[in-house]
């Protein structure tokens, strides 16, 4: 057995963390530049008490609550116009994996003083970008993982396309990890973004780029997923399963900075863009019709993964199939393009749109099996 896995970030996990974040990012620099929302964060009042405690700190200030749900290029460089003459020497990313990722791009703006775009689009090297300036994650949600990977993703309104770059300096110098920011996500948000959990876990495993380690942590992110996943979507207030979920999500964090995704979430990326709906939606309106289309070139992987969501063997594509649709009629998962508003003559649409590495996909790129999936979601 032989493989590379690697993580340079440091994770402070717990309960309690948020209060531990203004001394470590005072040991990182003076000028922080926060990232965040529009709204929650500011809101809920961890912004003010984050700036509160970084000021006692020592620390200047400054707040960019300017970042979509689903994060947009424009909204970078529109941060980076604003904040450029600040100076700061660290950013501090404070709410879900789209701020987290917002703030990744910001650092990329900072570093070249240009717009992000052609980066994002290919047509500059991400890669030969000097990006000296940390970032300090700080996730308020249980999903992405964005806290512990290198991978940004944007949509490109101009070129109409929503993808991603990496940078080896994107990931976090640290991630603080406090299931108590969690409690105020509501049932739907809860459900979205555990399920993004879910797909990441198997993806991960399922990926050619997958290793012994990655495929050990999706095992425990499932048990983890499948045990407390219902109970915080029944109970936003259970501290324990909030604890879990944002434990499943950091481990997957770390999966996808060492192995990758796989077809559902290239093929969501064209549907958040056309109508709005978050990331996790989509996956869970693309993910079966994956599975039905992906199973017979990974089923011993497949049958390992599901044994895991079972609790028990789970063999072959029907019984697979089968504890899939158990696992999403008891979370409530149950979306496909038609919740959506979509149908079959936007398919033609949709499959011209995709972008991203699929090679990775058990499937590879068969003929057809993109069609074929979005076809399953109508």
Not at 243 to 255: D, E, Q, R
Request: charged fraction near 15%.
């Amino acid at each position: 057995m032989k493989f590379s896995y690697y993580m340079p970030t440091e994770i402070v996990f717990g309960c309690g963390g948020f209060e531990q974040a203004a001394g470590r990012i005072a040991q990182l620099g003076t000028r922080a530049l926060i990232v965040t929302g529009k709204r929650a964060m500011q809101a809920l009042g961890y912004t003010d008490k984050l700036q509160h405690n970084l000021q006692a700190a020592g620390v200047k200030t400054a707040v960019f609550a300017g970042v979509s749900a689903e994060p947009h290029a424009a909204e970078v460089n529109r941060c980076v116009a604003e904040y450029a003459f600040y100076r700061p020497d660290v950013v501090v990313a404070l709410g879900g994996g789209s701020v987290i990722d917002a703030a990744k791009g910001v650092l990329l703006g900072l570093s070249t003083g240009e717009g992000i775009e052609p980066y994002l689009v290919g047509k500059k090297n991400v890669d030969q970008v000097a990006i000296t300036i940390p970032l300090v994650a700080i996730p308020t949600t249980a999903g992405t993982g964005a806290e512990l990977n290198k991978a940004a993703i944007l949509t490109d309104d101009t070129a109409g396309i929503k993808t991603s770059f990496r940078h080896q300096n994107f990931f976090p110098k640290v991630a603080i990890v406090d299931p108590l920011l969690t409690l105020s996500l509501s049932p739907k948000v809860t459900l979205e973004t555990g399920f993004d959990v879910f797909a990441h876990a198997v993806e991960t495993s399922i990926s050619k780029a997958t290793n012994s380690m990655v495929k050990m942590n999706s095992i425990e992110a499932i048990g983890q997923v499948r045990d407390y996943l219902p109970l915080a979507i029944q109970d936003g207030g259970n501290i324990a399963a909030r604890t879990a979920m944002h434990y499943a999500s950091m481990l997957m964090g770390a999966s996808l900075a060492n192995s990758s995704t796989c077809m559902p979430h290239r093929l969501q990326y064209p549907i958040g863009i056309k109508t709005g709906s978050s990331h996790g939606a989509g996956l869970i309106s693309l993910f079966r019709p994956w599975l039905e289309n992906t199973y017979e070139y990974s089923s011993e992987q497949f049958d390992c993964l599901f044994s895991a969501l079972a609790g028990k063997n789970c063999r072959g594509k029907v019984q697979v199939l089968q504890e899939f649709d158990r696992f999403t009629e008891a979370i409530g998962a149950n979306y496909t393009l038609k919740t959506f508003g979509l149908s079959r003559e936007n398919v033609p649409e949709l499959a011209d749109k995709v972008s991203g590495n699929l090679a990775n996909d058990p499937a590879g790129l068969v003929p057809g099996i993109v069609d074929a999936m979005y076809f399953g979601a109508v």
